[in-house]
């Protein structure tokens, strides 16, 4: 079984330049996960899809970062203006709701 | 909503000694449990689950945990820790239906030859 894709590995940007993540779950798996993982912490939840419905939200700064999920599958983060403090490794997860969330190798990212 | 406190940020034990690393959660209704581990540049993989039934849970590597209601914990253990032992540790929470998944800060476990 295909695990869960993310791209790219890395980016390197300067503040206020913007970025987009993408990640693509696991087959058949109707929740997708968005967590920001800031270096030494545990990863905080930005958003959770069910299908293409959002089913939490409230962690995510959303007069920079947006996420969307068209057509229940794949999805992408993306970041409008970026700050220094974004600066983190993003994860993705899915997961067929109620079992463990299978995650993605993530996306690291620096805002210099 | 739910949340989970990982008491110790660092844990450091002796090649072949005891691993316990400690986790409570704050609930209103039952939780679903899960500890992970991450390895540098890695991303995160389950280690074991708790869902219900069995409050002792066996997991990969060796690592087992317990689901102590009265207590609201779900420590991680290992008997004989190995080299190889040697990253970060997560627990988190979800409910049932696998909102609110939520992560504590993390344990990083070192390990002494």
């Known amino acids: 079984e295909a695990g869960v894709a993310q791209s790219p590995r890395y980016k390197i940007i300067e503040k206020r330049q913007s970025v987009a993540f993408w990640c693509n779950p696991i087959s058949g798996h109707a929740t997708l996960y968005w967590y920001q993982q800031i270096l030494g912490q545990g990863p905080k939840l930005l958003i959770q899809f069910q299908n293409n419905g959002v089913v939490d939200d409230s962690q995510l700064p959303k007069d920079r970062f947006s996420a969307e999920r068209l057509k229940g599958v794949d999805s992408t983060l993306k970041i409008q203006p970026a700050k220094l403090e974004d600066s983190a490794v993003y994860l993705c997860a899915s997961s067929l709701g109620g079992v463990a969330g299978v995650f993605g190798q993530g996306t690291r990212l620096t805002v210099v | ?113």
């Open chain 2, 1 to 113: 909503a739910q949340s989970v406190t990982q008491l110790g940020s660092h844990v450091s034990v002796s090649e072949g000694a005891l691993v316990l690393l400690r986790c409570n959660y704050s609930s209103s209704v039952p939780p679903y449990l899960f500890w992970y581990v991450q390895y540098p540049n890695q991303g995160l993989q389950l280690l074991l689950k708790y869902t219900t039934g069995a409050t002792l849970v066996k997991g990969i590597n060796g690592f087992e945990a317990e689901f102590k209601k009265s207590e609201t914990s779900f420590h991680l253990t290992k008997p004989s820790a190995h080299m190889s032992d040697a990253a970060e540790y997560f627990c988190a929470v979800s409910d049932i239906t696998g909102n609110q998944f939520y992560f504590g800060t993390g344990t990083s476990l070192t390990v002494i030859p």
